[in-house]
């Protein structure tokens, strides 16, 4: 009996060991993106905006999702009234607010290499919408081969508002 249940702790190290030494692979880089501030509309509109990754290797981009609540998407429409689509673009693309016809070629998100500055559109469209300071960018990506997540902080997110001011 002795014997069982010294095994039985040596396994349950084991498992434990092996379980911690499965992390969250940590990538040296952040996302930068460019700022927007501007009245706001209840409409639909293209937002092309730069987005920089300072690590040394290049990315893939896998999707990137608007959060709040993390790890949860956004709700709904109804409940922040945001409705959204992130798209890829030709780096060299002008960044800033097109109206509701972009007429430039789209990209899928997913699949996407960075190295150093890109650009992403973002189709929005626009209901009755409050600041919210915890609307967060969830990017995942691979870097080396491996998925890795991060929450990325953009202002211009955290501001988006239909109220008057």
């Known amino acids: ?3 069982f249940l010294k095994y039985l702790s040596v396994l349950f190290c084991l498992v434990l060991l092996g379980g911690c030494s499965e992390q969250v692979k940590e990538v040296d880089g952040e996302f930068l993106l460019g700022q927007f501030g501007t009245d706001w509309k209840k409409e639909t ?3 092309v905006a730069p987005i920089r990754w300072t690590g040394d290797s290049p990315i893939t ?3 990137i999702e608007f959060v709040k609540d993390y790890p949860d998407p956004l709700t709904t429409y109804e409940e922040d009234g945001i409705k959204y689509e992130i ?3 030709d780096p060299l693309r002008r960044t800033g607010i097109h109206g509701e016809t972009y007429d430039r070629e789209l990209k899928n ?3 996407l290499e960075i190295s150093g500055e890109g650009k ?8 009755d919408v409050k600041a919210d300071k915890a609307r967060r960018l969830k990017i995942k990506f691979d870097s080396d081969g491996e ?3 991060k929450i990325v902080v953009w202002k211009t997110l955290e ?3 239909t109220e008057n001011r």
């Open 1 to 3: 009996m002795k014997g």
């Open 45 to 47: 509109f293209y937002l």
């Open 120 to 127: 992403i559109v973002i189709k929005l469209s626009l209901g």
């Open 109 to 111: 998100i997913n699949g």
């Open 147 to 149: 998925e890795v997540e």
């Open 61 to 63: 981009l896998k999707s």
């Open 87 to 89: 798209f890829g673009a």
């Open 159 to 161: 501001q988006i508002t």
